[in-house]
């Protein structure tokens, strides 16, 4: 069973600038959820893809935006960035069954650290 | 609404010593609890979760947490830290249609030997 994988481990980007995060869920997962971590402080959620369509957003500008992939696969882009936007990005994976609401737990990626400069 | 609210920012313990990391939660339905560590730089682990079986939930690396519905609280225990305990500790609550995950801000254990 392959755990989640993300990448690239570490980006150094300018304000300004945009830039794209990707994640690879575990085997058998559908579902994959982003978080913000800013230093100091617990994950913030930022949005979550099921079946290929954004499935509930947490408080964060549409210049964060996502997509999943047929393969369950995800990535998140952030548009015009600020510094702000330096940050621990997580990706977590879970199964979600039909039917509505999932006992299933996220498992975490490792995360991307993105500084912006 | 759901929240989550950890008390104690950083709590050091001696080694051997019980553990103690409190949660308390506000959700309008039933909940699903969880504890998560995390190592530095690094993402975050499972350590237990509570999805409204038994209240005493046996996770990980000899943690426990119990669910007191009364006090609103999912407490975090070990009988006796390790050096390698060390780590930052998040509560996390999820009672949303989907599988939104609200994060406490954590506890950072220091284990002195």
């Known amino acids: 069973e392959t755990g989640v994988t993300q990448s690239p481990t570490h980006l150094i980007k300018t304000r300004g600038q945009q830039v794209t995060l990707r994640c690879s869920s575990q085997?058998?997962?559908?579902?994959v959820s982003w978080y913000q971590q800013a230093l100091g402080q617990g994950p913030q959620f930022i949005f979550q893809?099921?079946?290929?369509?954004?499935?509930g957003r947490g408080n964060f500008p549409p210049r964060f935006s996502g997509l999943q992939f047929p393969n369950y696969s995800s990535e998140l882009n952030v548009n015009a960035l600020e510094l702000d936007d330096s940050a621990l990005y997580l990706c977590a994976s879970s199964l979600r069954l039909a039917g509505g609401r999932s006992t299933d737990t996220q498992y975490f990626g490792p995360g991307t650290r993105l500084t912006v400069l | 609404a759901q929240s989550v609210t950890q008390l104690g920012s950083h709590v050091s313990v001696s080694e051997g010593a019980l553990v103690l990391l409190r949660c308390n939660y506000s959700?309008?339905?039933?909940?699903?609890l969880f504890w998560y560590v995390q190592y530095p730089n690094q993402g975050l682990q499972l350590l237990l979760k509570y999805t409204s079986a038994a209240t005493l939930v046996k996770g990980i690396n000899g943690f426990e947490a119990e669910f007191k519905k009364s006090e609103t609280s999912f407490h975090l225990t070990k009988p006796s830290a390790h050096m390698s305990d060390a780590a930052e500790y998040f509560c996390?609550?999820?009672?949303?249609?989907?599988?939104?995950?609200?994060f406490g801000t954590g506890t950072k254990l220091q284990v002195i030997p």
């Open positions: 959700s309008s339905v039933p909940p699903y």
């Open positions: 085997s058998g997962h559908n579902t």
């Open positions: 893809y099921y079946r290929e369509e954004e499935n």
């Open positions: 996390a609550v999820n009672s949303g249609g989907y599988q939104k995950v609200t």
